[in-house]
């Protein structure tokens, strides 16, 4: 039996610069900084569980024994039930295609970006990943608008979509975009294919399977698709597409809209 713990974990630290709602850290980001610990570009798909917003700024411990998911635990917690930041464990990806019907082309994206419900009222715009009060390169600027009703199976037009070229400052090295910024890519377009200005919604669970890595300075496409509605809890997919329609990478999430 394998197991890190106490001051033995290793530690996942999110900055600050990388949030969600101001003062924690972008979902898809701090899910993707866990989710590297089991997989990379190309391996299995990975599930993560946020249990609380994650904390920006300061270690947070990984703590990992067999056959158990990762923990991404806060030692500094003031109370016991905020300790549990995270849990992450692989899985097998889902049949269902996040996004259903034909990718959507880079045109009809960036025609899109022009309906991206943000510009005119958004809960979090300092988010990293979706953000309008961010600079180019200083957050991913995901303008995810709605599609054209007709696109997909059903025509009903619950999918959103935007064009996506990545900033020389996401270069992990190899003239792609690293694992953690992919996952937050795959975040916050599938929570605007609901009502997120009308109704807030942060990331609850996301499952992503990287298929390959986006390319620094190229053109790229991400859709988001609502899948159903329950209560407070919304299902979405999403999918990130290079500008020749093959599928990157996608993701099935559940935010949890906020009360009141």
């Known amino acids: 039996m394998h197991a890190t713990t106490g001051n033995d ?36 798909a990975v599930q993560v569980t946020l249990r609380v917003p994650p904390p920006l700024g300061r270690p947070l411990a990984v703590e990992e024994e067999d056959g158990a998911p990762v923990r991404l635990v ?40 022009g309906r991206y419900a943000g510009l005119d009222r958004h809960p979090f715009p300092r988010c990293y990943s979706c953000g309008t009060e961010r600079a180019e390169g200083e957050g991913l600027r995901l303008f995810a608008g709605q599609v054209r009703a007709g696109h997909g199976p059903d ?35 599938g929570g605007w294919s609901s009502d997120v200005a009308g109704r807030p919604a942060v990331l609850g669970r996301i499952t992503v399977q990287v ?38 990478g996608q993701a099935w999430a559940t935010w949890i809209a906020l009360r009141g």
């Open 9 to 44: 974990a290793p530690t996942i630290t999110i900055p600050t610069t990388h949030n969600g709602p101001d003062g924690s850290g972008n979902g898809g980001y701090s899910a993707g900084l866990l989710a590297a610990r089991l997989t990379a570009v190309g391996g299995p």
């Open 74 to 113: 806060d030692p500094e917690a003031a109370d016991a039930k905020a300790r549990l930041v995270a849990e992450a464990e692989t899985v097998t990806a889902p049949d269902t295609p996040a996004v259903p019907g034909e990718p959507v082309d880079p045109a009809a994206a960036r025609e899109a970006e």
């Open 155 to 189: 025509g009903i037009g619950n999918t959103v979509a935007c064009t996506w070229t990545p900033h020389p400052s996401l270069d992990d090295g190899t003239g792609a975009v690293g694992l953690p910024d992919v996952w937050a890519a795959l975040d916050c377009p």
């Open 211 to 248: 298929l390959s890595a986006p390319r620094i300075g190229r053109t790229h496409v991400v859709a988001g698709h609502l899948d159903s509605v329950d209560g407070r809890k919304i299902r979405t997919g999403s999918a990130l597409y290079d500008a020749d329609g093959l599928l990157l």
